[in-house]
C-alpha cells in the first residue's frame, strides 16, 4: 500500500489514532466526532446539527450517537428550564470520560488532574479548535457544551413490553436498596430497555446489582447519568450463536427410542418397541394390518357396488 500525504500548514484538527481505528465506533460516529472537534472554541452546535451538515441520515445519526454514548466520548444530560421548558446538554470529548469526570468538565473542572506542569508530556486534547492550531501540542480545553433544543432530542425507542417491564423492576429493586442512585419514574421508564438487555444476555440479578452499585462515589450528582453510563459501559457481549443453541431448551426428537423394523418393508420401517422384538407389530402378525377404518371403507364400497348392479337391473327390464 502506497501512501502520499502533505501534512496541511493550516486550519487542521490533531485527532488521535484511538478515535480514528476504534473498533466499534462506525465511520458515521467518527465523523461526527471529529466534526465536532473540529468546531472553534466558543461553538455551540448541537450533534444533530453537526449530522445535517454532514449529510447523515436521521437513522444513522441515531446509531452512531449512541455509539458516542456508549464509549463515553458523549455524554448528555436533560435539564428543564424555570418556564418548564425541556433541553438537552452535550458534552463531546476527544478521550473517553467517565460519568464523574464529564460532570467535572462539565463543572468547570479537568477530567484527569488539569493542565499539565511545565516540562511535564502534554497531556491529550479534550477539545481543539482549528482556526487557533499553529501545528503545536498546546493543551486545549474540553470543548465547549452544546445546547440542543428539546424538539431535536432522540425519539425514545420502543422495545418489546416484557424486555421493558423486566429491566424497569430491576432498576426499581436496585434503587429501593441504594439511595445515592434516586432515579425519578422518568428515568426508569427511560434507562428500562438498556436494563432489560442485560437479563436478555443471561446475567442474574446478583449481577445485574454489582455492576450498577459498585464503586459508587460517596455524593451522586446525576444518578441517571451515571446508570446509563454503566448499563451500557459494562453490558455484557451477547451470546453467540453456538451459545445460543446450548442454552436452549432441547425438544425431544420423534423417533427418539425408536427401532427399526429387521422385516421386509419396501422403505427402512421404524417402530416403539415394548420390549427386545426386533419386529414391527405388522411383520410380528404375519403380514399387512387393516389401516383404521378399512373395514368399514370397503364395507361402504361393496354396498355402492349391490346397489349400481339392482339399477342396472331395472333399468334393463
Known amino acids: 500500500m502506497l501512501k502520499h500525504?502533505?501534512?496541511?500548514?493550516?486550519?487542521?484538527?490533531?485527532?488521535?489514532?484511538e478515535i480514528l481505528r476504534h473498533p466499534r465506533l462506525s465511520s458515521d460516529a467518527v465523523r461526527l466526532l471529529t466534526w465536532q472537534l473540529s468546531l472553534p472554541d466558543g461553538a455551540n452546535e448541537p450533534l444533530s446539527k453537526t449530522a445535517e451538515r454532514a449529510g447523515i441520515k436521521k437513522i444513522a445519526f441515531l446509531r452512531?450517537?449512541?455509539q458516542l454514548?456508549?464509549?463515553?466520548?458523549?455524554?448528555?444530560?436533560?435539564?428543564?428550564?424555570?418556564?418548564?421548558?425541556?433541553?438537552?446538554?452535550?458534552l463531546v470529548s476527544s478521550v473517553p470520560l467517565s460519568v464523574e469526570e464529564a460532570l467535572a468538565v462539565r463543572g468547570g473542572g479537568q477530567p484527569t488532574g488539569g493542565i499539565p506542569a511545565a516540562g511535564e508530556p502534554t497531556g491529550r486534547a479534550v477539545g481543539r479548535s482549528p482556526e487557533d492550531n499553529n501545528g503545536e501540542n498546546n493543551f486545549h480545553p474540553p470543548s465547549p457544551v452544546a445546547e440542543e433544543a428539546p424538539e431535536e432530542a432522540e425519539p425514545p425507542e420502543r422495545p418489546p413490553a416484557p424486555l421493558a417491564e423486566r429491566g424497569a423492576r430491576a432498576l426499581a429493586a436496585v434503587v429501593r436498596r441504594e439511595?445515592?442512585?434516586?432515579?425519578?419514574?422518568?428515568d426508569v421508564a427511560r434507562l428500562a430497555p438498556l436494563a432489560g438487555e442485560w437479563f436478555l444476555r443471561g446475567v442474574s440479578m446478583a449481577d445485574f446489582r454489582e455492576a450498577l452499585t459498585a464503586?459508587?462515589?460517596?455524593?451522586?450528582?446525576y444518578p441517571a447519568g451515571?446508570?446509563?453510563?454503566?448499563?451500557?459501559?459494562?453490558?455484557?457481549?451477547?451470546?453467540?450463536?453456538?451459545?445460543q443453541r446450548a442454552s436452549a431448551?432441547?425438544?425431544?426428537?420423534?423417533?427418539?427410542?425408536?427401532?427399526?423394523?429387521?422385516?421386509?418393508?419396501?422403505?427402512p420401517r421404524l417402530f416403539p418397541p415394548v420390549a427386545d422384538e426386533t419386529l414391527c407389530r405388522e411383520c410380528r402378525r404375519g403380514g399387512p394390518e387393516p389401516a383404521p377404518g378399512a373395514a368399514a371403507a370397503l364395507r361402504g364400497a361393496g354396498a355402492a357396488r349391490d346397489a349400481l348392479r339392482a339399477g342396472a337391473a331395472q333399468a334393463s327390464v
Open 5 to 17: 500525504a502533505i501534512p496541511p500548514a493550516s486550519f487542521f484538527t490533531q485527532v488521535s489514532n
Open 64 to 66: 452512531a450517537k449512541r
Open 69 to 90: 454514548l456508549g464509549e463515553g466520548y458523549l455524554h448528555e444530560w436533560r435539564l428543564q428550564g424555570d418556564g418548564g421548558r425541556w433541553s438537552t446538554i452535550q
Open 179 to 186: 439511595r445515592r442512585l434516586r432515579l425519578s419514574a422518568p
Open 215 to 221: 464503586h459508587l462515589p460517596q455524593v451522586v450528582h
Open 226 to 243: 451515571l446508570v446509563r453510563d454503566r448499563l451500557v459501559r459494562k453490558m455484557p457481549p451477547a451470546p453467540t450463536f453456538a451459545e
Open 249 to 267: 431448551p432441547r425438544t425431544p426428537s420423534r423417533v427418539a427410542g425408536m427401532r427399526e423394523c429387521l422385516g421386509e418393508h419396501v422403505q
